[in-house]
């Protein structure tokens, strides 16, 4: 009767004192070096095995290093932002403040605005252009920001002529969103295919949504 590798195995793992009765055994097992080929002990194995796991295990601290700081400094922005809407009062400088936030801020220089509602009908602003229903509807649709390439349509057509419009490779779409009612979209664009991908995640650009909200639907109600 042969003997599997599974039921090796498993000995071993019920066994484990072998590794200690045996041991000069085990030190004196050979295999073949991952890389070179040539023949190394099984202890020396061992340790290859485990400093691959601390270099894999150091590269995701960095990583999570990484992401630690540019959410901090995300935050740092953010909050930038907010403390300057909050003294805005008109409706052109806190325009102004998201423009050139989004551009110097949060590196998205190509950023156009719109406002809806009987507060924006009210208002002598360049974001109160009146949009399609169909727009409207889509927005007050949306449950979170919508990313992707977006080259044609309504809101490619805020950016511009059609040659400037379809520069933009990527967008996000943020439904401004206050107290239960939708009172405005920012689109975001880049040249960059990348930057804005479907199915990214939005968690920011919906808080930057909220801010921008929160501190617009002041204006609107006045």
């Known amino acids: 009767m042969s003997v599997t590798r599974e039921a090796v195995l498993d000995y071993l793992k019920t066994h484990p004192e072998i590794f200690e009765e045996q041991a000069e055994f085990f030190h004196q097992v050979e295999i073949s070096h991952p890389y070179s080929g040539r023949t190394i002990s099984l202890a020396e194995r061992q340790m290859i095995n485990l400093r691959e796991k601390n270099r ?3 590269h995701r601290l960095g ?3 990484g992401v630690g700081e540019t959410n901090d400094a995300l935050g740092a922005r953010m909050h ?18 998201i423009l050139k936030s989004l551009a110097e801020d949060f590196g998205v220089p190509q950023a156009r605005l719109r406002l809806w509602g009987e507060g924006a009908a ?3 602003h360049e974001v109160c252009t009146p949009v399609s229903a169909e727009l409207i509807k889509e ?18 057509a805020w950016f511009g002529s059609e040659g400037d419009s379809e520069s933009i490779a990527s967008m996000a779409l943020v439904p401004l969103r206050f107290d239960g009612k939708t009172l405005g979209l920012l689109a975001m664009g880049s040249d960059d295919a990348e930057r804005f991908v479907a199915g990214m995640g939005t968690l920011y650009i919906e808080r930057l949504g909220d801010v921008i909200a929160a501190s617009l639907s002041r204006v609107l109600r006045a």
């Open 56 to 58: 894999l295990l150091e």
């Open 63 to 65: 990583e999570l290093l």
């Open 80 to 97: 930038q932002l907010t403390i300057a809407l909050v003294g805005a009062n008109r409706l052109d400088q806190m325009v102004a403040l």
């Open 122 to 124: 009210n208002l002598s």
């Open 139 to 156: 927005a007050s649709g949306m449950n979170h920001p919508v990313t992707g390439s977006v080259r044609t349509g309504e809101v490619a």
